[in-house]
């Protein structure tokens, strides 16, 4: 089973920018479509944007402040995000699935096979 980690979240003013990433070890990165999720306290885990494995077809879900991107020579999957807001404050987390989640519903978290343990992203006014 392959493993996921991500890094780069931290605390940020109303209208900054942050860049997520995150780093795969034990997969065939470039065969899995990879999604980041987030998940604010008390609510339910959100789908924020997903890439296909070559990384030529991205997917972004409500927030278009924020790009995902990824760069298959270092296995690695960014989420850049800017302009962020108050309501942008959660945990991140990076996932991978081999088979093809879109046709499920990119935005089922069940669709999904590996995870990684979050990376905290706080946002204040």
């Known amino acids: 089973q392959g493993q996921l980690v991500e890094s780069g979240g931290g605390s940020v003013q109303t209208g900054g920018s942050l860049t997520l990433s995150c780093v795969s070890s034990?997969?065939?990165?470039?065969?899995?479509?990879m999604t980041w999720f987030r998940q604010a306290p008390g609510k339910e885990r959100e789908a924020v944007a997903s890439?296909?494995?070559?990384?030529?077809v991205p997917m972004h879900g409500s927030a278009a402040r924020f790009t995902i991107s990824r760069d298959n020579a270092k296995n690695t999957v960014y989420l850049q995000m800017n302009n962020l807001r108050p309501e942008d404050t959660a945990v991140y987390y990076c996932?991978?699935?081999?088979?093809?989640?879109?046709?499920?519903?990119?935005?089922?978290?069940?669709?999904?096979?590996?995870w990684g343990q979050g990376t905290q992203v706080t946002v204040s006014s």
């Open positions: 034990g997969l065939t990165f470039s065969r899995y479509y």
């Open positions: 996932s991978a699935a081999e088979t093809n989640p879109w046709v499920r519903g990119w935005g089922r978290a069940s669709n999904y096979d590996v």
């Open positions: 890439i296909n494995p070559r990384g030529d």
